[in-house]
């Protein structure tokens, strides 16, 4: 938005200030000029009761300053932007029409003897109502043939009611002296350009904007030791940076990993004011209490720490890593914004802190990905962590785990390749690419349809149970009965089937669709010799690609599948050993 030169009338009227009180603003007409509002701007609707809100503007406006005026504190408002007119001392209205008419209509109702016109352009019932107001003729009338004076008439009522034990007097010297707002000065032939940009379209804006022009607003409150120049470098730093957190949250990387539905700050603000819900009301009550610049200041300071905390995190490959299963495993925004607010609450600068919470995002990633939920988590529920544990082993180690508990079979290869990642020593760590949650496959090693066995009564059947006719049963490499390993150390026998943990790896879809049935030398064949690595994205899963350079793979081998699947059991339990109250701990 272009500014105006310094030499301009009207900024010249207000000593170079651009957060003025409420009698400055009235001064300015010195004395003959009227507040304008275009022929472009709609009508006055203050008064009017939205359906998500409790309250309406006039009254939540008049409750705040019969608050202020009973504490004794100053009252600051959005900015109004205006532009002058050259032959006169008008004032023409761009943004702020609502709040002026506000003020207008209540010095007229508290009997302000000082000068002050203002002058709805094209509506004339507007302007007769408002240069002749007559109390005693304000009563609700739901058939009023204008809008203007429906709301008009409203407003003046809700002051009767809302003042009646107020000293009329003492408090429009309060108002005058004590309400505060930045006045922006356009130039004149960019006032319908402006005024489009900020209510096209009758769009409103949003609460992550309002938010921000009022903190902006605060940061630049009049201060008798800070000269205006400095409130303005001080406000154009404070809104680049701003703009650079805007920037960074609407990478569509950035926006797909934190699940931040469109959130302009992603969850910055939500994690600032300690609320996943944001509204500027909200905000302003809780974060910008009093409203001042030390406190605009502590709250960009509070925000430009959280921010770096993020970025920090967000930069880091096995931070990263942790972070996105986590966001994955919760599932909605609350239990999302219940995680985010109690790691960050700990992961601040302090490197002590610090070191803490990457530990107890690991601690956290363990147990959210064998299904304990966050409460148990935080409060190092031990019983919970152990039932947990029981509950994903007996899944894991179930041979019908493909078939009955696919998610439990995908969580676990899933974090089998996150830990090759996060092993990555070239690297320190390797940033894991979360697009596969939207494009898993579960692959059987050796092809599924390949595979037969045999039920009670003898029959042939295959993986969906179903009984082989002489055609299939040609096909059959290798049946479930001959899937039995003998650990050589324990004597232990272990048994597999083509759905077990054994017989399984994790893939990209489309990857999975390459290999339909071929058998291991095949798929091995084409996993390690296609070298487009765009085309064949599960190259990258470091623990998918140990798997099929197994070379005890080969030949149709009917131990492979269930040594692998006492492996994989093995590193569960070396992963997850159990717990008791002294022994609530464990590294990996």
């Keep these: 938005m272009t500014t105006v030169s310094n030499n301009h009338p009207l900024l010249k009227l207000t000593n170079g200030k651009t957060a003025i009180t409420l009698l400055e603003y009235i001064q300015l007409l010195q004395g003959e000029g009227e507040f304008v509002i275009p022929d472009y701007q709609r009508g ?3 008064g009017q009761k939205k359906k998500d809100e409790e309250e309406d503007s006039v009254s939540y406006l008049i409750r705040t300053l019969i608050d202020a005026y009973n504490n004794s504190t100053d009252v600051f408002l959005q900015g109004i932007t205006v532009h002058g007119d050259d032959a006169s001392y008008d004032i023409y209205i761009v943004d702020g029409q609502q709040r002026t008419t506000f003020f207008y209509l209540l010095l007229k109702y508290l009997a302000y003897d000082g000068y002050i016109k203002i002058r709805y352009e094209i509506r004339t019932q507007s302007n007769e109502f408002l240069q002749a ?6 009563e609700r009338c739901d058939y009023e043939a204008f809008q203007d004076v429906f709301f008009f008439k409203r407003t003046l009522r ?3 009611r809302a003042l009646t034990e107020i000293d009329g007097d003492k408090f429009k010297t309060f108002i005058l002296e004590k309400v505060k707002f930045l006045l922006v000065i356009i130039p ?7 005024f489009t940009m ?3 379209n009758k769009a409103k804006m949003t609460d992550e904007e309002l938010i921000k022009a009022e903190l902006l607003r605060c940061a630049s409150l009049s201060d008798d030791r800070i000269e205006e120049a400095e409130h303005s470098e001080v406000r154009s730093r404070l809104a680049r940076e701003w703009d650079s957190w805007l920037q960074w949250w609407k990478d569509s990387n950035i926006a797909k990993f934190f699940r931040t539905n469109d959130k302009q700050l992603g969850w910055l603000l939500p994690l600032v004011s300690n609320s996943s819900a944001i509204s500027f009301k909200d905000f302003r009550d809780k974060m910008l209490y009093p409203q001042n610049i030390r406190q605009a200041k502590a709250v960009f300071r509070k925000m430009r720490l959280l921010q770096k905390s993020i970025e920090d995190v967000y930069n880091d490959s096995k931070l990263y890593n942790y972070l996105g299963v986590i966001l994955y495993i919760r599932n909605s925004t609350e239990s999302r914004f219940a995680f985010l607010r109690w790691f960050f609450s700990m992961n601040n600068q302090n490197e002590e802190t610090h070191t803490k919470s990457e530990s107890e995002l690991k601690r956290y990633y363990d147990w959210a990905i064998i299904g304990v939920n966050h409460e148990d988590i935080v409060s190092h529920n031990i019983r919970r962590y152990n039932d947990a544990r029981m509950v994903f082993l007996t899944a894991l180690e179930n041979n019908l785990l493909f078939l009955q508990n696919y998610e439990v079979a995908y969580r ?8 090759q990642d996060n092993q990555d020593q070239k690297h320190k760590g390797r940033k894991f690419n979360f697009s596969i949650e939207r494009d898993r496959s579960l692959e059987h090693i050796y092809p599924k349809s390949k595979i037969g066995h045999k039920n009670e009564e003898g029959k042939c059947l295959n993986w969906e149970d179903k009984e082989l006719d002489e055609k299939h049963l040609s096909d059959i490499k290798l049946w479930r009965e001959d899937m039995v390993w003998t650990d050589p150390v324990t004597k ?10 054994g017989n399984l790896v994790l893939l990209y879809k489309r990857d999975n669709s390459k290999f339909n049935d071929a058998d291991f030398r095949q798929k091995n064949e084409y996993f390690f010799t296609d070298l487009d690595d765009d085309a064949f994205e599960s190259r990258h899963l470091i623990h998918t690609t140990m798997i099929f350079s197994d070379v005890r793979w080969e030949d149709w081998n009917p131990e492979q599948i269930a040594r692998r699947k006492a492996e994989e059991i093995e590193e569960f339990k070396k992963e997850y050993p159990e717990l008791n109250d002294t022994n609530n701990e464990y590294v990996n």
């Design 158 to 160: 809700i002051f009767e």
């Design 412 to 419: 676990w290869l899933l974090r089998q390749n996150i830990k």
């Design 133 to 138: 107001i007559d109390m005693a003729s304000i």
């Design 198 to 200: 900020m209510n096209g």
């Design 492 to 501: 232990q026998e272990h048994h597999g089937t083509e759905h077990c943990i």
């Design 188 to 194: 004149e032939e960019q006032a319908k350009v402006v």
């Design 44 to 46: 006055y609707v203050w």
